[in-house]
């Protein structure tokens, strides 16, 4: 008994304290993982659940420092909320750290971590928050795209007023200059005077064109802006696309060109139009890194197609690119939450699981994805009629 109380010591509990094995059978039951450092980071418990989720095994874990175990998780991440524990001299505090489990699954982990009264050691208790952590980013990036929405209505508002009188007044030069040549009196200059009165009205209608572009702009902004009314409300997906090209156009203009194959007698769907804009930004998005990364160096420009059909009771959406394709090995995984493989900073793997759940749970749609690695990627999409 006495040699019994010693152990279990040694591994920071008290004698009243449950022993490791009795933590590991109640929180296994709970589906919950647990482990304890030490004060130095080295592994000294390691449930038989953190061995089933992480993919080693008590074993290999315990008396080894945390950072050279074979884990997929931010180990920085997870040694910060160690020191904070301690920092808090027996108050538990969480973080969520995302986690590829043994199974190579996306996972996000709740951790509370918790300093032991004596020892310097640090219990971590474990729950998958996976559903929780994936609303509140879809929750992050709505109010994210609400505050876009707000900041693009009020610059769209903003130009549109000068705009209108810059064409207004770009219109009336350009008439003005048209009746003054042609009341100049024809001569040996003649030739002169009409090679001029062509420069100066093709550089008039460049800058009507050019003003018709930023007005174009200025009405995507508007639309794109625009909150829906109803989650039940008849869209237009046609302009949902056409709106989307041109906010997006800053990703796409310099790898692809993107084109258009909409069918203008397609009926509208039921839904909600700005879930379908952030669908459409986010396909066209993914589309442009996609022919990107199949060709870094920007020698070939690929191409985006975007084609709307009526198909029985649903109109279908098919978004196609040229780019690097997707790999049989993960395409099963592409609508997992949390789920990238792009580099930090350019991917959250929030943008595809958003797709998935706007089209399947909240219109429900069918989404369908066709990939073969080198050559390029279509995503068909089916959306209920209105």
Not at 30 to 53: M, P, T
Not at 84 to 101: K, N, S, T
Not at 238 to 249: F, H, L, S, W, Y
Request: proline residues 4%; contains cysteine.
């Amino acid at each position: 008994m006495t040699e019994s109380v010693a152990q279990t010591r040694e591994l920071g509990y008290s004698a009243a304290t449950p022993s490791p094995k009795a933590f590991d059978r109640a929180l296994t039951a709970f589906r919950v993982l647990f482990l304890q450092l030490d004060e130095e980071g080295r592994v000294l418990e390691w449930s038989e659940r953190a061995a089933a989720v992480l993919g080693v095994s008590r074993e290999q874990a315990v008396g080894q420092p945390l950072e050279v175990l074979p884990v997929g998780w931010d180990v920085e991440r997870v040694f910060t909320l160690a020191v904070a524990a301690l920092e808090r001299d027996g108050d538990p505090i969480q973080d969520l750290v995302p986690v590829e489990c043994a199974d190579g699954t996306q996972t996000v982990l709740e951790f509370s971590a918790v300093a032991e009264e004596e020892g310097g050691a640090v219990l971590l208790v474990g729950e998958d928050a996976t559903a929780r952590a994936h609303q509140q980013e879809q929750a992050l990036q709505s109010r994210k795209l609400e505050a876009i929405g707000h900041l693009a209505a009020g610059i769209a508002h903003e130009i549109n007023t000068p705009m209108q009188y810059i064409s207004d007044n770009t219109l009336f030069v350009r008439d003005a200059i048209d009746r003054l040549f042609a009341a100049l009196p024809s001569g040996e200059s003649g030739t002169e005077i009409e090679r001029l009165r062509t420069d100066v009205r093709d550089a008039l209608e460049d800058t009507v064109h050019g003003i018709e572009r930023v007005s174009s702009i200025v009405r995507a902004m508007k639309s794109f802006s625009h909150p829906s009314q109803s989650d039940h409300e008849e869209v237009d997906l046609n302009q949902v696309v056409e709106t989307a090209g041109v906010v997006t156009r800053n990703e796409w203009k310099y790898v692809a060109e993107l084109r258009f194959d909409l069918d203008p007698g397609a009926p509208r769907v039921r839904g909600n139009s700005g879930e379908l804009h952030q669908v459409l930004v986010n396909l066209l998005v993914n589309a442009s890194h996609a022919i990107h990364d199949a060709d870094p160096s920007g020698s070939r420009r690929g191409y985006i197609h975007v084609r709307t059909r009526a198909v029985g009771d649903a109109v279908e959406l098919v978004v196609a690119d040229t780019g690097c394709g997707i790999p049989d090995s993960i395409r099963a995984r592409i609508f997992e939450p949390f789920f990238t493989t792009k580099e930090i900073g350019r991917g959250t793997g929030q943008g595809l699981a958003m797709v998935h759940a706007i089209v399947r749970e909240r219109h429900g749609g069918r989404i369908d994805v066709y990939s073969k690695v080198g050559e390029g990627t279509r995503f068909h999409l089916r959306l209920p009629k209105g």
